[in-house]
């Protein structure tokens, strides 16, 4: 009893922090969202940008590259899904790099608030919006012919492995974006890397038709394991006729490479943002 | 008690042949309730000198302390008796100025509520309301500046750090602004603010510390620093060269003090401590004495003044001594390794 008692007590303080960590997380996250919604290029990166890219890839490409067996645009749509993830590096990086730029973050850090709560923030309200980009273009993607085959459960399974791929993207891009501190630079320094390694994967192409070196990259390449995770949630047809572990594992593949890519990059955007902030 | 100690502040930018030593030995000690102006040029290391003390920037070495605690070892604790505003207007842009306010309020951990409630009194006192539901990219540079000011007094700080508040403001503004610092002060508040401008830490502060290239070169009252500038002149423009002579004697006559003769310019100078009745006593006696004049003033000391008598050299001439002081800088690292 007297142990029951006496540890509510104890604990009063550390849950309190807790609290105010989630609390100024949601005030900054509020912040973006509000501030974000008034700019066009938020507007355009939410809402123009995934119509185009369904349209484009699903019409353009679709009829042009010829995937034997498969719905190529069924095939398509996983890999636009996951490249337009990816791109929440672009938000990420170029809002962070922003707020440093004008001195917010300054003003943050002189308030008695959780040292987490501009990172965090951030996080969550970028990955809010990449939610609604999913959405949207998902929506886009039955208009053009894309169906789901495998039923709700997977279906949410896969865009839950959509959402933690944006998310440990985030912390890429802020990481990005703390390090550069210009919010042009990161513009472009978020996403230029990004291509490459994009196209280098099963996202648009099967790595069959590669050569044995880039297809061994591409078949290795967390890209390809979140795009075929997602074709095999959302029961797209693909032929997999790789035997690398990721590709005749894609979903475990995709879950290990998602985590990973967060255990790494979000102490170093943490610690970039406690470093950066003191110069 | 002392709201604000800072013991041998030092701050090095950089390293190497690059390293600039924007702090080197600050100290300072600011009773509760009063107001210090921290004078200086550009580069001086006011900003600098802000950043150490408000725990945005880590000491070299020094140690400080702010509404009773330490800097270094308490930061979470300061900030939550201070208020900020930096030298660049720092809101969100994309934001309301409510909005701003709201969200400062919040992480000043205040209820929703509260933050809404003080967001609408700061807006009034700072005359934004009308302004307040449109977002903050929209406003002038002086009403930014006002919503940035407006900003650090969201909770009732116990100490309040201004970084060059009146920069920008226009001079209805700026009376405002002094206005508001004053009331603050009343409610038993702690002010360090910096100003390029002598006038204004005149009017403002209890105490002025004027610092040059990292270090303090004065320290005291208004009153005492214009004694050490050498206070108040009249400086005369004479309309005919041949009139000099006639009306130095009469200066010098007039203030006892030594009469400095441009016969370029035809401008003569000469310390007053009469003030305007002095002023009023050499214009008379010129008129008398029928010497024409083109320009007439009492000159307060400036910034410029205090300089040119606190280190022998103006401002602007900042440049070479910067040169060597990284040279020196240089040097002592070099010595220490
Ligand atoms: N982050 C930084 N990195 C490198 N040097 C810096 C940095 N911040 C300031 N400095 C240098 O330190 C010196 C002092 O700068 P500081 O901003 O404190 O001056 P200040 O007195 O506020 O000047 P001003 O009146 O122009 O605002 C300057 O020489 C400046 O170039
Ligand atoms: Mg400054």
Known sequence: ?279 | MNAIIAEGLTKTFGSGEKAVKAVSGVDLSVDEGTVVGILGPNGAGKTTTVRMLTTLLPLDSGRATVAGHDVVREPQAVRASIGLSGQFAAVDENLTGRENLWMFGRLYQLSSKEAKKRADELLEQFSLTDAADRPSKTYSGGMRRRLDLAGSLVIHPRVLFLDEPTTGLDPASRLDLWDVIRERVSGGATILLTTQYLEEADVLADRIVVIDQGRIIAEGTADELKAKVGGERIEVVVHDPDMLHRATEILQRGSGGQCQVDEHTRRLTVPSTAGSKGLVQVIRDLDEQQVDIDDIALRRPTLDDVFLELTGHKAEEKETKDDQQSADSVATQGGAK
Not at chain 1, 41 to 48: A, E, G, P
Not at chain 1, 77 to 91: C, E, L, S, Y
Not at chain 1, 156 to 181: N, P, R, S
Not at chain 1, 219 to 241: D, H, M, Y
């Open chain 1, 1 to 279: 009893m007297t142990a029951v008692q006496t540890s509510p007590g104890e604990l009063a303080p550390k849950s309190a922090g807790l609290k105010q960590v989630f609390q100024d997380t949601m005030v900054i996250a509020w912040r973006n969202i509000r501030g974000g919604l008034r700019v066009p290029d938020t507007q355009i990166y939410m809402f123009i940008q995934p119509i185009m890219f369904v349209v484009l890839f699903a019409y353009v490409f679709g009829g042009a590259i010829p995937v034997q067996g498969v719905n190529y645009r069924e095939y398509l749509m996983a890999g636009i899904f996951v490249q337009t993830m990816a791109f929440a590096v672009a938000p990420a990086s170029v809002g962070l790099s922003d707020d440093m730029h004008k001195g917010l973050i300054d003003r943050f850090r002189s308030l008695p608030m959780a040292r987490s709560g501009v990172i965090a923030g951030r996080v969550i309200s970028d990955l809010a919006s990449q939610f609604v980009v999913l959405i949207i273009m998902m929506i886009c993607g039955v208009i053009v012919g894309w169906r789901v085959h495998n039923g709700i459960g997977p279906f949410l399974g896969g865009v839950g492995l959509m959402l933690l791929f944006a998310f440990a993207m985030l912390w890429v891009g802020a990481l990005i974006g703390l390090a550069v501190g210009n919010p042009q630079v990161a513009a472009s320094a978020g996403l230029i890397w990004l291509f490459p390694v994009i196209f280098l994967s099963n996202a648009f192409v099967p790595p069959e038709t590669m050569p044995t070196v880039v297809q061994t990259m591409a078949e290795w390449n967390p890209i390809s394991a979140i795009v075929a995770a997602g074709r095999e949630l959302f029961g797209n047809e693909s032929i997999i006729v790789s035997d690398a572990w990721p590709m005749q594992h894609p979903v475990p593949a995709a879950l290990l490479w998602c985590v990973l890519i967060t255990v790494v990059f979000a102490p170093l955007a943490v610690r970039k943002y406690k470093a950066a902030a003191s110069k």
